[in-house]
């Protein structure tokens, strides 16, 4: 294995990851197994490019307004307590039953999201207290659409909850767990699919840290393995910025579907094998 | 509703500036790797490429693939920390409240996570 190989394939995981909101682990993780990568080496390399991914789409995200940053802050406490859970909490439950639950709650969003997928934007007429007492609400040019979208969350409590979820996910199954969180902002949280998208991208990156941290320190992080990789998924998370505004709601919310079933398949997958 | 763009603007450059740092580090890395190695750009697994903050910080004097390509998975890593410590810092600044609490507890969370390993 090369290095220029490694970085031309973690640049489409970066662009997808960029776009769909996913940091890009879920698609990055088979790639690297399949080209002959121990399995250990390609988690491990995983959870540092869905950082990449996160820095590297968020800084255009947040410059362009897509990133909502005070939802990001209010639901990172979620995330960031159910990864710490999550990380305790693997020493005692063991991976097989976890598969099945998390896999469970992926089939739900997947069914929800199909629903909703000519939905172009969700409208909250009314928000709930805590959503408007902590300002979620925001807007961003759509240059899709070719208007200013401007938009309110609602359900600030119960998508903390979600997020506390996505956080166990994260922590138990060590992955960035942005196919929980784009879950969480679209169809609790009633978000648009693209600041969905960017803003779980903005929040993966903290997620990600909690994982990437233990990686550090345990001395598993193989650095000429590992910065091909985080420079690939770089470049690519800078060509997804650009590409996303781009696209209408509903592509974006079909590219995510698409990701939501591969990972269902993968997770259920991994739960008949572990 | 209270403008965010400063905090937009703030957090938008540690982030251009960290993947920008990250990306020139890599590169010039990557090129030193491929010197090093007699114009060679395979790689394998082994102790002596694991990246452990001790062995970076005995040789972070030194020029040479390993500590740029560290030095670079090490931005990476730590440009999350930054912007939630600025976020802080701004949200104080402005005196909101509400979210200098929510950001303290991130941080607070992230660096106990750091000193327990």
Known sequence: MDILTLILVSIPSGILGAIAGLGGGVIL???????????????????????????????AYVRRKLTNIRVAMFLEVFTITGAIIGA???????????????????????????????EELPIVEKQDR??????????????????????KLTNALLGGVGMVFAGLAGGMLGIGAGVFKVSVFELILKMPSKPSSSTSNFIIGMTALAGASVYLFSGLIQAYFVAPIVTGMLIGSMIGARILNKLSNRTVRIIFIMILLYAVIQMLYRGVTV | MRNNASLEKMISYILVTGVLASIILSFLGLILYYLENRLC??????????????????????????????ASILIVLFTPYVRVFTSMI????????????????????????FLVH
């Open chain 2, 90 to 113: 701004y949200f104080m600044k402005i005196k909101d409240y509400k979210y200098v609490i929510l950001t303290f507890t991130v941080f607070i969370a992230l660096t106990i996570m």
């Open chain 1, 130 to 151: 805590i959503s408007s007492w902590l300002r979620l609400e925001g807007d961003y040019f759509d240059e899709n659409l070719g208007m200013i979208v401007r938009y």
């Open chain 2, 41 to 70: 750009l395979e790689i394998s697994f082994n102790e002596q490429s694991t990246l452990l903050l001790g062995r970076f910080f005995i040789q972070a004097n030194r020029v040479n693939s390993y500590t740029l390509l560290s």
């Open chain 1, 29 to 59: 993780v088979p790639v690297l197994v399949m080209m002959g990568v121990p399995i250990k080496y390609a988690i491990t390399s995983s959870m540092v490019a869905v950082i990449a991914t996160s820095s590297g789409s968020a800084a």
């Open chain 1, 88 to 118: 305790i909490l693997t020493v005692y439950i063991p991976p097989k039953p976890l598969y099945f639950i998390f896999g469970l709650f992926l089939t739900a969003s997947l069914i929800s999201m199909r629903k909703r997928i000519s």
